[in-house]
């Protein structure tokens, strides 16, 4: 924040206070999410919010058992990827978010029916 002062005709001073336009970027990278997602820690914060509906960062503390640290870099990377939105100090999972831990339930639940040793085999269409 600037504060600005202008002189006026009569010799006074006007005050005003100027605050920057703050850009924040959200990036829609479907990679970038995901792997957001698959990390127990992202997971757990987008559980929490998608099960309880939007909570501030204790609360979500209180659930997830993170560190604050942890917590609030957690918090910013899933901002920054339009994972989740914070208004007034509490933090909304987005549609897309929604769509995406939808979707990440499904891989996971069709991972854990492929066989460890069968994972990385040649895959095989069958018509």
């Given at each position: 924040?600037?504060?600005?002062?202008q002189r006026q005709e009569d010799g006074t001073y006007?005050?005003?206070?100027?605050?920057?336009?703050?850009?924040?970027?959200?990036?829609?990278?479907?990679?970038?999410?995901?792997?957001r997602l698959f990390k127990e820690e992202t997971l757990?914060?987008?559980?929490?919010?998608?099960?309880?509906?939007?909570?501030?960062?204790?609360?979500?503390?209180?659930?997830?058992?993170?560190?604050?640290?942890?917590?609030?870099?957690?918090?910013?990377?899933?901002?920054?990827?339009?994972?989740?939105?914070?208004?007034?100090?509490?933090?909304?999972?987005?549609?897309?978010?929604?769509?995406?831990l939808e979707a990440s339930e499904g891989i996971r639940?069709?991972?854990?029916?492929?066989?460890?040793?069968?994972?990385?085999?040649?895959?095989?269409?069958?018509?």
């Open positions: 924040m600037a504060t600005i002062e006007s005050v005003g206070v100027h605050q920057p336009k703050i850009e924040i970027k959200t990036e829609c990278d479907l990679g970038k999410a995901f792997k757990s914060i987008v559980m929490a919010i998608y099960k309880s509906g939007p909570m501030t960062p204790l609360e979500i503390r209180k659930i997830t058992n993170l560190a604050e640290d942890a917590l609030n870099r957690d918090l910013i990377d899933m901002k920054n990827n339009g994972l989740i939105r914070k208004v007034e100090g509490r933090y909304y999972l987005t549609k897309y978010g929604a769509v995406l639940a069709a991972l854990k029916n492929i066989g460890e040793d069968m994972l990385f085999s040649v895959h095989k269409n069958v018509s």
